[in-house]
Every structure is written in C-alpha cells, then in structure tokens.
C-alpha cells in the first residue's frame, strides 16, 4: 500500500511534536524528580508534573511516536510495523517491572497517580481525576 505523499511532511511535524514531548518528559523527570530515567540516576521524586500529568509515560509514548514518524517520513512500513512492535515490547516486557518498582518506591503516592492518569492515552480534561498531592 503507497503512502500519500503528504506522509513525509505530517511525519516531520509529528517527529518535531514527539521529539518536544521527550525532551520536556526528560527536563521535568530531572528537575521535579531530581534524576533521571537510567538505573543509576534513578528520580527521589514521583513525578506527576508537566506531560506526566496526562499519560504515565510519555518519554515511551515519545520514542514511539518517533518511531512511526520516521516510518512516514521515509515511507516505510516495516519501519512503521518496527516502532509498533518496539510499544508492544515495551508495554508488556518493560513496563510491569518499571510499575512494579515504582510501587515499591512510593507506595500508596504512585497507586493514586496509576489510578488516575492513563498509561498510553490522556483521559479527556472533563473525565480526568485529581492527582494525588
């Protein structure tokens, strides 16, 4: 199946949106969490500010969009197919053990926050819950 040819230019833009979306994940997990998302600088702090406030993981929803931004841009769905595939694994390899630790780490703080904001995709602003304090 051919891609229109306004797949590279809205797969810029998308690429362009994604890529800001990580940076200010990285910039607030640095500042509000005081770390970093490698094991070794890992947050004191759960962060809940700035895109965590919408979905659970949005360094992960970032690389994935990327992902399949760089699909449209190069006309390509093995790559498409490839970034795809990388959330899968990345949903139910990777994030149950993150979630699991980070239950460990903050308890109670972080159950409230993984019951009121989405994994993948934000909840309407009317439906969303209070975040925990």
Do not use: K
């Not at 700035?50 to 399949?68: C, E, K, L, T």
């Amino acid at each position: 199946m051919p891609f229109s040819p306004l797949a590279a230019p809205v797969g810029g833009v998308i690429l362009v949106a994604a890529s800001a979306l990580g940076v200010s994940s990285a910039i607030v997990m640095s500042t509000a969490g005081r770390g970093t998302p490698l094991p070794t600088a890992m947050p004191t702090q759960l962060v809940i500010a700035g895109p965590y406030r919408w979905v659970r993981n949005p360094m992960a929803v970032s690389g994935i969009v990327q992902g399949v931004a760089v699909g449209l841009l190069l006309s390509s769905w093995l790559v498409v197919a490839y970034a795809i595939a990388g959330s899968l694994l990345w949903n139910y390899a990777i994030r149950p053990h993150e979630e699991r630790d980070l239950e460990q780490r903050f308890g109670d703080e972080f159950r409230r926050y993984r019951d009121a904001v989405r994994c993948w995709v934000p909840r309407m602003p009317a439906a969303r819950r209070p975040l925990p304090r």
